[in-house]
């Protein structure tokens, strides 16, 4: 079935510096989201992302945090600069509806980042 | 607020053995209730969801979970686990018609021979 890629699955990066977060989505699709998942806890909403804007954000998407698609290729997530907290797995989803029922969202398998 | 609570952070149960994973959620109004499970290197995968309507829903798999307003719960069950069903297992909460899923922490699902 369609796949939501995140590559690579794991990225280690040095406190202050930044990072991008790739995502590649399912091809049709219109609408993309990011979630956080710190160990152990829940995963949550950080944004959603529509037509080169971002729709909704929570406030665990802080100023350090951006979104985009450029020319229709990964959506991403860049955070800078980082900082220990941003420790956590992150997935990325997409869906071709909004509004839609969830079951025409697919999730990535998450980006596993590590804030040394 | 929304939120859903997963009490149980791992469970083992043998091959063939019966299974139900909780969820507890916490939801003004009427909710939307998933139930994902993501397999080891993979993405969550939706197994089932609840709309108003039959408090059981049925999902793939042989998995059902069935909602309960009195206890704020939806749990997930299965008549006779596989191996194969070793998996991480999420319960959500959305509003209606929006995406924006609320999750739990997951529960661990352990398969023994």
């Known amino acids: 079935g369609p796949k939501v890629l995140q590559i690579p699955s794991h990225q280690i990066i040095d406190m202050g510096q930044m990072v991008t977060l790739n995502c590649d989505p399912v091809s049709n699709h219109l609408y993309f989201y990011w979630y956080k998942q710190i160990l152990g806890q829940q995963m949550e909403f950080l944004v959603n992302?529509?037509?080169?804007?971002?729709?909704?954000k929570s406030k665990l998407f802080k100023d350090q945090f951006s979104v985009e698609r450029p020319d229709g290729s990964y959506f991403t997530l860049k955070i800078q600069p980082t900082a220990l907290e941003d420790s956590a797995v992150y997935f990325c989803a997409s869906s071709p509806h909004w509004g839609s029922s969830a079951e025409t969202l697919y999730f990535g398998s998450g980006t596993r980042l590590t804030v040394l | 607020a929304q939120s859903v609570t997963q009490p149980d952070a791992r469970v083992t149960v043998s091959e063939g053995a019966s299974l139900q994973l909780r969820c507890k959620y916490s939801y003004f109004g009427t909710p939307y209730l998933f139930w994902y499970v993501q397999y080891p290197r993979q993405g969550l995968q939706l197994l089932l969801k609840y709309y108003p309507g039959d408090p059981v829903v049925q999902g793939v798999n042989g998995f059902e979970a069935e909602f309960s307003k009195s206890n704020s719960s939806f749990h997930l069950r299965k008549a006779s686990v596989h191996w194969s069903d070793w998996a991480v297992y999420f319960c959500?909460?959305?509003?209606?018609?929006?995406?924006?899923?609320?999750f739990g922490s997951g529960t661990k699902l352990t398969v023994e021979p």
């Open positions: 992302f529509y037509n080169g804007k971002v729709m909704e």
């Open positions: 959500a909460v959305s509003m209606s018609n929006y995406n924006v899923l609320y």
